[in-house]
């Protein structure tokens, strides 16, 4: 469910007409419902009220300070991976004692500013990381709490390369080492190894990977505790999926109906990653027609967004619903129509072989479900500036990020005396 629809055969946002936001701000534009944030955030956070899970929105989806003082004021934590996302979050408002910290390479400076901020977990993802850890708490003398990551080598039948928890990949530690490293526990003496850390990937459609993965955890729990470890959180990651096209994904109360026998049973308290499900539908991408043209039968709409604005369809294949602001007539006329960007790439497309109106110069589409992972992933590829972000609240909205300028494109450059 989202709040972007046609009302008298124009695309709104809540109350306000797309069209009445694009004349003052432009586009290409990210557009961000407030009130869809929040009821996905809500849904989750009901849907596991009976553990009392605390969910901590993963930032890496959308790290807009509006939308994650939009998150912090309804009581979400956050959960970041690097020291830049723990300062916006704090910036935001964030409970530190809300807060964890995944990625495979934290730096030193990092983890230091983690444990001075008070952060609730680190979620630990090797050996030597955990060294680490406990070096810097010794030198700053403060305890603190970590989760071990598991990789439990599941299949969460998803895209390769949003897939986390298996063996190949990068991301946490495999059983063997985990168990190794709660055993000599006391070689960590700054550290509580006080939980458990899962996130097998993202857009997961359905509950099964995900009973497997905390099955598979809490064995590591329960271990944990015969070896007197006082072991009481479980991290089970982030990784709802959302619908994008036909997809038909578990809802947030089909998952907690699906994984919470198993956690009430084990007595853990439990945390949860959600990133995509909060942000991804809350979002779109609104972008003009700036050309058409027909090439070898190929029928193109070039748009003013490219994949520096929108890299998800490049980078992974994704598909983006594209509809026009102004509402199509039921039964017109439709023309398969690829919507490319100007960027100098082949692979810089935003939908192919889409069945659209007959579309003309000037026209304005909107790039369905763009608020994960759209704006965090863009770039300045080809010297293109950023395009700006609004948030609508009901009749209200503001622009929560401007559009980048040519002195923002050369912002920290400088030529060095021998080319003067
Ligand atoms: C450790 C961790 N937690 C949570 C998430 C959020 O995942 P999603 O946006 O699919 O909920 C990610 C995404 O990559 C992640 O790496």
């Given at each position: 469910m989202h709040r972007f629809h046609y009302i008298n055969g124009q695309l709104h946002c809540e109350e306000v007409p797309v069209?009445?936001?694009?004349?003052?701000?432009?586009?290409?534009?990210?557009?961000?419902?407030?009130?869809?944030?929040?009821?996905?955030?809500?849904?989750?956070?009901?849907?596991?009220?009976?553990?009392?899970?605390?969910?901590?929105?993963?930032?890496?989806?959308?790290?807009?300070?509006?939308?994650?003082?939009?998150?912090?004021?309804?009581?979400?934590?956050?959960?970041?991976?690097?020291?830049?996302?723990?300062?916006?979050?704090?910036?935001?408002?964030?409970?530190?004692?809300?807060?964890?910290y995944a990625s495979v390479g934290k730096k030193t400076g990092e983890i230091e500013a983690a444990v001075k901020a008070g952060i609730l977990f680190f979620n630990v993802e090797s050996e030597q990381e955990l060294e680490q850890i406990n070096a810097v708490c010794a030198r700053l003398k403060r305890r603190q709490q970590v989760s071990l990551r598991l990789n439990p080598n599941v299949d969460p039948h998803t895209h390769a390369f949003i897939?986390?928890?298996?063996?190949?990949?990068?991301?946490?530690?495999?059983?063997?080492?985990?168990?190794?490293?709660?055993?000599?526990?006391?070689?960590?003496?700054?550290?509580?190894?006080?939980?458990?850390?899962?996130h097998i990937g993202s857009q997961i459609l359905e509950a099964r990977p995900f009973r497997e993965a905390i099955r598979k955890a809490l064995g590591v729990v329960a271990f944990a505790r015969r070896k007197g470890i006082p072991m009481n959180t479980l991290n089970i990651g982030g990784g709802l999926g959302i619908i994008y096209n036909k997809e038909e994904p578990q809802t947030p109360a089909?998952?907690?109906?699906?994984?919470?026998p198993l956690l009430k049973r084990s007595r853990v308290k439990v945390i949860l990653e959600p990133g995509r499900y909060i942000a991804g539908n809350s979002g779109i991408l609104l972008t003009r027609v700036l050309y058409l043209k027909e090439s070898h039968g190929h029928r193109f709409a070039i748009v003013d967004a490219g994949m520096n604005d929108l890299i998800r369809p490049s980078l992974y294949g994704a598909y983006h619903r594209i509809q026009p602001v102004l509402q199509p007539k039921?039964?017109?006329?439709?023309?398969?129509?690829?919507?490319?960007?100007?960027?100098?790439?082949?692979?810089?497309?935003?939908?192919?072989?889409?069945?659209?109106?007959?579309?003309?110069?000037?026209?304005?589409?909107?790039?369905?479900?763009?608020?994960?992972?759209?704006?965090?992933?863009?770039?300045?590829?080809?010297?293109?500036?950023?395009?700006?972000?609004?948030?609508?609240?009901?009749?209200?909205?503001?622009?929560?990020?401007?559009?980048?300028?040519?002195?923002d494109l050369t912002r920290g450059e400088t030529l060095p005396a021998f080319l003067r």
């Open positions: 069209r009445e936001i694009v004349r003052k701000a432009g586009t290409p534009l990210y557009l961000y419902s407030y009130n869809t944030l929040l009821d996905h955030y809500r849904q989750i956070e009901k849907a596991f009220s009976p553990v009392k899970a605390l969910i901590c929105y993963a930032m890496k989806a959308n790290g807009n300070l509006a939308v994650l003082r939009t998150l912090a004021k309804a009581g979400a934590g956050f959960d970041v991976v690097s020291g830049g996302e723990l300062r916006k979050a704090l910036q935001a408002g964030a409970n530190p004692r809300k807060i964890v897939t986390t928890g298996h063996k190949a990949s990068k991301f946490g530690m495999d059983l063997k080492t985990v168990r190794r490293l709660l055993a000599s526990h006391r070689k960590y003496p700054w550290l509580i190894l006080g939980g458990l850390h899962v089909d998952y907690a109906q699906a994984v919470l039921q039964g017109g006329k439709t023309i398969a129509t690829d919507v490319v960007g100007p960027v100098c790439e082949s692979g810089d497309f935003l939908g192919k072989n889409r069945k659209l109106p007959p579309l003309k110069a000037g026209d304005l589409l909107a790039v369905m479900s763009a608020g994960a992972y759209g704006y965090v992933m863009s770039s300045n590829y080809n010297a293109r500036p950023r395009p700006a972000e609004v948030m609508v609240r009901g009749r209200q909205w503001k622009i929560i990020r401007r559009r980048e300028t040519f002195q």
